[in-house]
């Protein structure tokens, strides 16, 4: 029978606590772990919260697992993640700040570009886009956000390709087969393993 994993506890703030930050490296066979630790104390009283986890790619073997890992997505989603325990932990803005930059000179966030074209090269995007890709407005302002007319576009693709798919089974098959070549239903079971890739969740 397969373990899950138990239910987080909730960080309850201790009033009146001294903060301060423990981090840890590992070298372990394929990858470097990163580990972040909350320390607080109060008069009588100690504890030791687990603030991040984060796992490190490292050598130039490519895999669904080195991928992941390594995007920006799940950078920004862990250190959100360390930010917002710091928040509940009751930390004050100025030390978390603090705490923050302490981290990130070491796991930094990922640009705001990274980001942005992180998400446009999902394969199912760059594959309704195409050629196309080169109309969004990112290419011409190097803002990346997604403009109305870019959302339009995106909507005009992927609807030609679900005309395609159900008019032509041969076209049907093709698709299938590009979804089960890309690696998108794997990368789908490792965002359900790992909740660092679901932004906005609460831990």
Same mark, same amino acid.
């Given at each position: 029978m397969k373990r899950k994993r138990a239910a987080p506890s909730k960080v309850q703030p201790w009033p009146g606590s001294i903060f301060a930050l423990k981090t840890r490296w590992e070298d372990w066979v394929i990858d470097r772990h990163l580990w972040v630790f909350l320390e607080r104390r109060v008069p009588g009283k100690f504890g030791r919260l687990e603030a991040m986890h984060a796992i490190v790619?490292?050598? @130039?073997?490519?895999s669904e697992l080195a991928t992941l890992f390594g995007s920006a997505r799940y950078r920004r989603g862990m250190l959100d993640r360390a930010r917002e325990l710091f928040r509940k932990a009751g930390v004050p803005?100025?030390?978390?700040?603090?705490?923050?930059?302490?981290?990130?000179?070491?796991?930094?966030?990922?640009?705001?570009?990274?980001?942005?074209?992180?998400?446009?090269?999902?394969?199912?995007?760059?594959?309704?886009?195409?050629? @196309?890709?080169?109309?969004?407005?990112y290419h011409r302002t190097g803002v990346p956000e997604l403009t109305e007319d870019d959302r339009a576009l995106i909507g005009q693709c992927l609807a030609a390709i679900e005309t395609r798919v159900s008019k032509d089974p041969a076209e049907g098959r093709r698709f299938l087969k590009f979804v089960l070549g890309s690696g998108l239903l794997e990368r789908a079971r490792l965002t359900l393993r790992y909740p660092e890739f679901r932004s906005g969740d609460e831990r």
């Open positions: 790619p490292k050598g @130039r073997k490519k803005d100025d030390q978390a700040a603090d705490f923050m930059q302490t981290i990130t000179k070491e796991f930094p966030y990922p640009t705001p570009n990274q980001v942005f074209e992180e998400e446009m090269s999902n394969p199912l995007l760059a594959m309704a886009l195409g050629d @196309r890709c080169k109309e969004l407005s």
